[in-house]
C-alpha cells in the first residue's frame, strides 16, 4: 500500500480525538513529503541531529515532535521550533528545556515519560516520582515550559494481556492525575504494533512509525 493508503488505513480506525503521530526516524524527505502530501502534519523524530536537518530543509508548518531519549546537552539544537516533546524523564531535563526556550522566546509543551514496561531499558518516571515533580517548587518555578500529560511505552511482547494491563494502568494513574492538575490534556501511547489497544485505554496521542512508512532498516529505538 502507499503511505496515503497506510495512513488512511491507521486513521479510519482512530475516534476524532486522537492524534496520529507519523514516526518518521531513519526516513527520508521524500516519503515524510508523501505523507505530508497526504495531509499528514504531525511528525515524530527520535534523534536531535536528524531532527534539527530535517526541520530545516521541510516545510515550516510540520508540527515537529521529539519522542525519543532526550540528551540535556542536545536540547538547544531542536528548542527554536519543536512542538512537544514527550520523553522528559528527569528534573534536570525539564529544567534545560525550559532555559532554551527562555532563550528562544517561547513555551515549550512537554509530556513526562512513565516507565510502564518490564524491561528496565526504558527511560521514565515512576508514578510517584511523576507525582512528586508535579507537586515540587522545582516544577513550579519554571515558567518556559508547560506539561501537557503522560506519554509510555509498554512491554515489547507479543503478550497482549501484558500490554493492556500495562495501557490500563497509565490510563489510571492519568485520569488519577488529571483530577488534581486538569491542565493534563494528552496521553501519548501506542505504535504499531500496540496502538489500538493503546486507543481502547484512553490515549489520545498514537505514534506510528512501521505501519505507515514501512519496517526501518536500522533499529532506531532509544
Ligand atoms: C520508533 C518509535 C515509535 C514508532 O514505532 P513503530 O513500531 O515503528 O510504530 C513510537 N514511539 C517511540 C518512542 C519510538 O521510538
Same mark, same amino acid.
Given at each position: 500500500?502507499?503511505?496515503? =493508503?497506510?495512513?488512511?488505513?491507521?486513521?479510519?480506525?482512530?475516534? $476524532?480525538?486522537?492524534?496520529?503521530?507519523?514516526?518518521?526516524?531513519?526516513?527520508?524527505? !521524500?516519503?515524510?513529503?508523501? #505523507?505530508?502530501?497526504?495531509?499528514?502534519? $504531525?511528525? *515524530?523524530?527520535?534523534?536531535?541531529? !536528524?531532527?534539527? $536537518?530535517?526541520? #530545516?530543509?521541510?516545510?515550516?508548518?510540520?508540527?515537529?515532535? @521529539?519522542? *525519543?531519549?532526550?540528551?540535556?546537552?542536545?536540547?538547544?539544537?531542536?528548542?527554536?521550533?519543536?512542538?512537544?516533546?514527550?520523553?522528559? $524523564?528527569?528534573?534536570?531535563?525539564?529544567?534545560?528545556?525550559?532555559?532554551?526556550?527562555?532563550?528562544?522566546?517561547?513555551?515549550?509543551?512537554?509530556?513526562?515519560?512513565?516507565?510502564?514496561?518490564? /524491561?528496565?531499558?526504558?527511560?521514565?518516571?515512576? @508514578? =510517584? !516520582?511523576?507525582?512528586?515533580?508535579?507537586?515540587? +517548587?522545582?516544577?513550579?518555578?519554571?515558567?518556559?515550559?508547560?506539561?501537557? *500529560?503522560?506519554?509510555?511505552?509498554?512491554?515489547?511482547? +507479543?503478550?497482549?494481556?501484558?500490554?493492556?494491563?500495562?495501557?490500563?494502568?497509565?490510563?489510571?494513574?492519568?485520569?488519577?492525575?488529571?483530577?488534581?492538575?486538569?491542565?493534563?490534556? /494528552?496521553?501519548?501511547? *501506542?505504535?504499531?504494533?500496540?496502538?489500538?489497544? +493503546?486507543?481502547?485505554?484512553?490515549?489520545?496521542?498514537?505514534?506510528?512509525?512501521?505501519?505507515?512508512?514501512?519496517?526501518?532498516?536500522?533499529?532506531?529505538?532509544?
Amino acid at each position: 500500500m502507499s503511505i496515503a =493508503g497506510n495512513l488512511q488505513h491507521v486513521s479510519a480506525s482512530l475516534p $476524532d480525538h486522537v492524534t496520529l503521530i507519523a514516526v518518521s526516524k531513519t526516513k527520508p524527505d !521524500e516519503l515524510i513529503m508523501e #505523507a505530508y502530501d497526504a495531509g499528514q502534519k $504531525d511528525f *515524530g523524530e527520535n534523534y536531535v541531529q !536528524e531532527l534539527a $536537518d530535517k526541520q #530545516a530543509r521541510l516545510p515550516k508548518d510540520i508540527r515537529w515532535h @521529539f519522542i *525519543g531519549h532526550l540528551q540535556s546537552n542536545k536540547v538547544k539544537y531542536i528548542a527554536p521550533f519543536v512542538h512537544l516533546v514527550h520523553s522528559v $524523564d528527569s528534573l534536570k531535563l525539564l529544567q534545560e528545556i525550559n532555559k532554551q526556550a527562555l532563550k528562544n522566546n517561547r513555551t515549550i509543551d512537554c509530556l513526562l515519560q512513565v516507565h510502564i514496561a518490564q /524491561e528496565d531499558t526504558k527511560f521514565g518516571f515512576s @508514578f =510517584g !516520582e511523576c507525582k512528586a515533580l508535579l507537586e515540587s +517548587a522545582d516544577y513550579k518555578a519554571l515558567g518556559n515550559v508547560r506539561l501537557k *500529560g503522560l506519554m509510555g511505552m509498554a512491554s515489547n511482547t +507479543a503478550q497482549e494481556t501484558q500490554v493492556a494491563r500495562e495501557f490500563s494502568g497509565l490510563q489510571a494513574f492519568f485520569n488519577d492525575l488529571k483530577a488534581l492538575y486538569p491542565f493534563l490534556e /494528552e496521553l501519548s501511547m *501506542g505504535m504499531s504494533g500496540d496502538y489500538q489497544l +493503546a486507543v481502547k485505554n484512553g490515549s489520545t496521542m498514537i505514534r506510528v512509525g512501521s505501519s505507515i512508512f514501512g519496517e526501518r532498516s536500522y533499529p532506531a529505538k532509544d
